[in-house]
Structures are given as structure tokens and as C-alpha cells.
């Protein structure tokens, strides 16, 4: 069975009738309509090298990113940072020992979905965090791998993304 959606898009997206097949289409509308606001945490140990860790969703799938993640719906920022930097690391991060870099705009051509024709925009919030470059980092799904880099190397290497060579340019 499926079932016709239109709620910010001009043309109606079919979709099975599946719950999480229906709220994956409610937020590629959005995406399509909206700019999404996220978080990234650039990651760095007590020599100055950088955490990345190589995507294996959309957008930006294949590249070395820093980790970050949107923010929810009526979710503060401060709860936002510590979800995503346990999410992504296993660690748990307190924005107050982070130091904010500033606001990034990133934009895609693809989106998380596949969907041909919609590009994704976030407005990024950048952070700074210090951690200890023996600490154990827990993989998430999002990266099958991850890596201290040097800085010169990631601006001078073509697997890491514009957008993260951008907080260091």
C-alpha cells in the first residue's frame, strides 16, 4: 500500500505505508525546504592533529568529516553537544570546556536519502573540544573508520571533505 504525502514540497513523495519510511519522507521534506542547523566538534589531541572519521551515510559519504550531527527539535544545544559527541566518540563532551569557532554553512547536493534533485544545507555550529590522543574512541555506524590527522595533511588530502578542510583554512 502506498500512501501520498505533501507537506513542504510542491509535488507529493509516495511512500510505503511503513512508519519509519513515512518519517524518513516528512524529514527529506524538510530537508528539501529548509536549511538544517547541526553541531560539529572539531576534535583535537595534545599534539594539535584532528579527529575524522570516514562517512558511510549521505551526504558527504566516503570522506574524512569531524563528527557533528543536527540538532533536534525542542533539544538544547548544550544537550545536542553531549549527545552527538557520545554518539560519535563514546565520550561524552561538556560545551562548557569546549571553545566555539564559529558559524559554518555546508552545503550538499545529495541528501541522507539518496533522492535525486534535493540538496541538503545546514547552518553549522563549530566547536572546539581537547581530548587525550590515547583515548578510546568507539565507532559509530555513521564511520567505518576513524584517524588523528596533521593538519597540512588533511588540507592537502582529496578523501577529506571541503567542508571540514574549511575550519582550517
Known amino acids: 500500500m502506498l500512501t501520498t504525502i505533501s507537506f513542504f514540497r510542491s509535488t507529493p513523495i509516495e511512500t510505503a505505508a511503513d512508519p519509519k519510511r513515512v518519517k524518513d519522507r516528512n524529514f527529506l521534506n524538510v530537508v528539501a525546504s529548509t536549511p538544517l542547523v547541526s553541531i560539529d566538534l572539531i576534535v583535537r589531541n595534545e599534539e594539535g592533529h584532528v579527529l575524522l572519521g570516514k562517512r558511510t551515510n549521505r551526504p558527504a559519504k566516503g570522506y574524512w568529516f569531524v563528527p557533528g550531527g543536527r540538532i533536534r527539535k525542542n533539544e538544547r ?38 533522492e535525486e534533485d534535493i540538496g541538503t544545507h545546514y547552518v553549522v555550529l563549530a566547536y572546539e573540544c ?25 588540507l592537502d588530502s582529496d578523501s577529506v571533505h571541503v567542508n571540514t578542510k574549511a575550519y582550517f583554512d
Open 77 to 114: 544545544i548544550v544537550d545536542t553537544f553531549e549527545r552527538i559527541s557520545e554518539s560519535e566518540l563514546g565520550l561524552r563532551f561538556e560545551l562548557k570546556n569546549a571553545n566555539f569557532l564559529g558559524v559554518y554553512e555546508h552545503l550538499y547536493d545529495d541528501n541522507f536519502f539518496g
Open 130 to 154: 581537547r581530548l587525550d590522543s590515547g583515548a578510546q574512541i568507539l565507532l559509530d555506524a555513521q564511520h567505518s573508520d576513524v584517524r588523528w590527522w596533521d593538519v597540512g595533511d588533511l
